[in-house]
């Protein structure tokens, strides 16, 4: 039972905390978060390639992962077992190249293959310390990569962050798929935050032998969400036969296959909608 000196004390801690994190997050222009109410759509794959390809054109990029049972972007990223060093102002994110900074729940585990078993308040908990205890210094952007679902970590995320600049939603042409990204369309709407646009992965895989585009999960059904609830569709992204393997996701490497000349694409409609300022000087 907590006494109400306890419950007064508690929330002066989490008002203390909110101002730490407005201060942090006061030192990154842009945040976006990536998110979808179903899982394995490819929000990381989307988040990764998004926040390397913003890196690659100059930008002082982060790339935050929250999703705290199952993490992906350092495996994505190819970071390996990382000890995370620590200075006066905070955790320090690992550094990939010049102008990418990552931080990820994977980094705090001591063996990356134990799951974390937390429920609710201790997950928000660990979102908010990571917001508040990450130094990230200035930062043009930070994409955010989520969790699936519509649960403890979004809302921790999205009330907790000011002046989030909107959120990416993936979807792919599945009706299932489709009713889920609903769903997160309206807790963003609930919360009153943008959703910036709708990206439609998986929309068909390219025959690499004639080219004919075989649609294995459907067709249409992004442009289909987009009409029905009139966010932007910022594109459709083919399967990509090359992701065997589960670390090597970063097209933007490669942009000759149709898969990431679309992300390109997707990345240039973000850029101009979030990037507006900065872009000039590019
Ligand atoms: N366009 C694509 N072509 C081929 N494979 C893809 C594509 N997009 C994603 N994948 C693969 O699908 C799998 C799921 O992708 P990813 O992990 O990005 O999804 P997720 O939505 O983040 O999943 P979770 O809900 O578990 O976080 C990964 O193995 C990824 O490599
Ligand atoms: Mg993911």
Known sequence: MITEQENQEQKLAY??????ITKRMDQIKHKIAVMSGKGGVGKSTMAVNIAASFAKKGY?????DVDIH???????????KTDLKVNEE?????????????????????????????RGPKKTAAIRQFLSDVS????????????????????????SIPSIDGIIMVTTP????????????????????EVLGIVENMSGLI??????????????????ISSKTGIPLLGSIPIDIRFEKEDDVLLVENSNSETSKNILKVVT??????????SAGK
């Open 15 to 20: 008002m203390q905390q909110d101002i730490i």
């Open 60 to 64: 002082k990029t982060g790339i935050l």
């Open 70 to 80: 199952g993490p992906n972007v350092p495996k994505m990223l190819k970071i390996g």
């Open 90 to 118: 905070g955790i320090l994110p690992v550094k990939v190249g010049e102008n990418l900074k990552v931080m990820s729940s994977q980094f705090l585990l001591s063996d990356e293959n134990s799951p974390i078993i937390w």
């Open 136 to 159: 990230w210094g200035n930062l043009d952007i930070l994409v955010i990569d989520c969790p699936p679902g519509t649960g403890d970590e979004h809302l921790a995320i999205l009330q």
């Open 174 to 193: 599945h009706t299932v798929s489709l009713d889920d990204v609903e769903k997160s369309i309206n807790m963003a709407r609930h919360l009153k935050i």
């Open 207 to 224: 025959c690499p032998e004639c080219e004919t585009e075989i649609p294995l999960f459907g067709r249409g059904g992004g442009s289909e």
């Open 269 to 278: 409609k973000i850029e101009k909608q979030v990037l507006k300022e900065e």
